[in-house]
């Protein structure tokens, strides 16, 4: 079962976790979480794309930027770097979240503080 498969989310939505095993469970929900940060990071870098996509457009020659579009597209290019170093990270705590599951484990914490350090406080 994977978090998308609709035997998972049966279970899921009916209230039916309790007769699968708890690892599994536990596991895929884990998965699932994960799934939706990837989705939330993979947004991040169509955003960061679009904004540099926008100032490379500003002008017909991209060389014609004045310093301050310049400096504009230099954050908009780190702030894509950023947005793809954090896509990237997600989806390997993904795939390791998801090996687990499959072999009946789930994330231990340890595993878990970098993926919550990263996400906004409440």
Do not use: C
Not at 19 to 48: C, D, H, W
Not at 61 to 87: C, G, Y
Request: hydrophobic residues 45%; aromatic residues 6%; charged residues 20%.
């Amino acid at each position: 079962m994977t978090p998308t498969d609709t035997a998972w989310l049966a279970l899921r939505d009916n209230n039916l976790l309790g007769i699968v095993p708890g690892n599994l469970a536990a596991g895929y929900s884990k998965v699932e979480f994960m799934r939706s940060i990837t989705a939330a990071e993979s947004s991040n870098v169509m955003q960061s794309r679009q904004a540099v996509q926008a100032l490379l457009h500003m002008r017909d020659d991209p060389s014609q930027l004045s310093p301050e579009e310049f400096e504009r597209l230099l954050l908009a290019f780190s702030q894509l770097d950023q947005a793809l170093i954090e896509m990237r990270n997600g989806l390997a705590v993904f795939n390791l979240a998801d090996e687990l599951a499959l072999k009946g484990g789930t994330l231990s914490p340890a595993e878990e503080i970098p993926i919550f350090a990263k996400l906004p406080q409440q």
